[in-house]
């Protein structure tokens, strides 16, 4: 389990929830990608967002993030409406999505130095924010080598990096680890830790991988076919389902073992699997 200390700087404005989603309902032509979903991340917890294929949790992820518009119901990060100010939302976000985010021709400094032009990081302190967060993630060593000799477990933690130069307060991460064999997952997350506790930021993450959830989160909310099926932290779930349950039991118990796509388009689940084919 991360060990976490009290998030730095101000607490947000919404009571000390860091996102909060409200009834959240969004459409692809007929189809129901994500349907009535409520669940909220106080600030400075890693929240898990677990769910078969085609759940809804990209949808929901990219809405939070402001890729895709609030079609019903609310969504709040730090106290800030994402439809009615959605350029200060993505100031206080870290994304780091399914698709790979690196461009191999560069370095690995190149990469996130041009995230922190992206980001508007001011000239003169740009140069010291890109070796900071590339010493953070542990890239200092590889930063001059082109990111296309990275290993799967580099690049994620370069997207990483990329996330982080706009010192963000709510890091969203998609599958951060997939692909991934478990020594660089495990990289991954150790990363994902030293970020928590020495940044104070929270993290809402997605991941099919149960372990990685269990020993990871504070709080899960499991999606099946668009709708929250059960939110609570994984000790407490595992719990109310007897004694020798796992997380996977947990699991299946609240998708009724029906993994049919739900929602999400087919182009998604393509995309999730070159990304994986990348990266492996």
């Known amino acids: 389990m991360i060990r976490r200390r009290p998030p730095v700087g101000d607490l947000p404005a919404d009571d000390g929830v860091a996102l909060r989603v409200e009834r959240l309902t969004h459409r692809f032509g007929p189809a129901v990608a994500v349907d009535e979903a409520s669940f909220e991340l106080a600030a400075g917890e890693v929240f898990g967002l677990l769910g078969p294929n085609g759940a809804g949790k990209t949808t929901a992820i990219r809405v939070v993030t402001t890729l895709l518009p609030v079609q019903t119901g609310r969504v709040t990060v730090l106290g800030t409406d994402v439809t009615r100010d959605p350029m200060r939302v993505r100031r206080m976000l870290g994304y780091v999505p399914q698709q790979l985010s690196a461009e191999a021709a560069l370095t690995g400094r190149e990469n996130v130095a041009l995230f922190a032009r992206l980001f508007d990081v001011p000239r003169r302190t740009r140069r010291q924010v890109v070796e900071e967060v590339l010493e953070l993630v542990g890239l200092s ?5 082109l990111a296309g000799t990275y290993s799967g477990g580099m690049v994620r933690r370069l997207e990483l990096a ?4 706009n010192r963000p307060r709510l890091l969203v991460l998609d599958e951060p680890t997939i692909g991934l064999d478990p020594v660089a997952r495990a990289s991954v997350w150790n990363r994902i830790a030293t970020l928590v506790d020495a940044e104070g930021m929270t993290v809402l993450v997605t991941t099919h991988y149960m372990d990685e959830a269990e020993h990871n989160c504070d709080q899960v909310a499991l999606i099946h076919a668009g709708r929250i099926r059960a939110v609570g932290a994984p000790a407490e779930l595992i719990r109310a389902l007897g004694p020798q349950a796992t997380l996977d039991d947990v699991f299946r118990h609240h998708t009724g073992g029906d993994l049919t796509n739900s929602g999400e388009r ?5 995309r999730a699997r070159r990304t994986a084919g990348r990266l492996g």
Do not use: W
């Open 162 to 165: 990329q996330a982080l130069v």
């Open 141 to 145: 060593a590889a930063a001059d080598r």
């Open 266 to 270: 087919l182009t998604d689940v393509r």
